[in-house]
């Protein structure tokens, strides 16, 4: 009997056209007003149902806030959202309660928005 190993992106469900040895991305419904994600573990979530071009902008955006909490400038639990603007700053903790993930005008979206 033969078995066929599936990879990585095949066993997570990561997409073949958009993920990289870097990072990892997951096409699926997202819900309205939302083109993507990321999860603290770094995973970009985009949504499925979009042209090619906002998935790659999708993707790219959260490419930047991926930098963002590589660099230890953003990072977010299931409670808060700590943000620090520059390496000599305080971190500001936002609770989720207190914020619309929508907002282009967070600090870290402006950022990500460059």
């Known amino acids: 009997m033969s078995f066929k190993l599936r990879n990585i992106n095949e066993v997570f469900g990561f997409s073949k056209e958009y993920s ?9 419904n997202l819900g309205k007003n ?22 790659r902008k999708a993707v790219k955006h959260e490419l930047d806030h991926l930098r963002q909490m590589k660099s230890g400038e953003l990072r977010f639990d299931h409670n808060n959202y ?6 000599f700053s305080q971190i500001q903790v936002i609770p989720n309660s207190q914020i619309n993930t929508n907002d282009r005008d967070l600090p870290w979206e402006k950022d990500a928005h460059h």
């Open 20 to 28: 990289t040895g870097d990072y990892k991305v997951v096409e699926k």
């Open 82 to 87: 700590y943000y620090k603007a520059d390496p």
């Open 34 to 55: 939302t083109l993507g994600t990321i999860n603290p573990n770094g995973v970009i979530e985009i949504e499925e149902n979009m042209s090619k071009a906002l998935k």
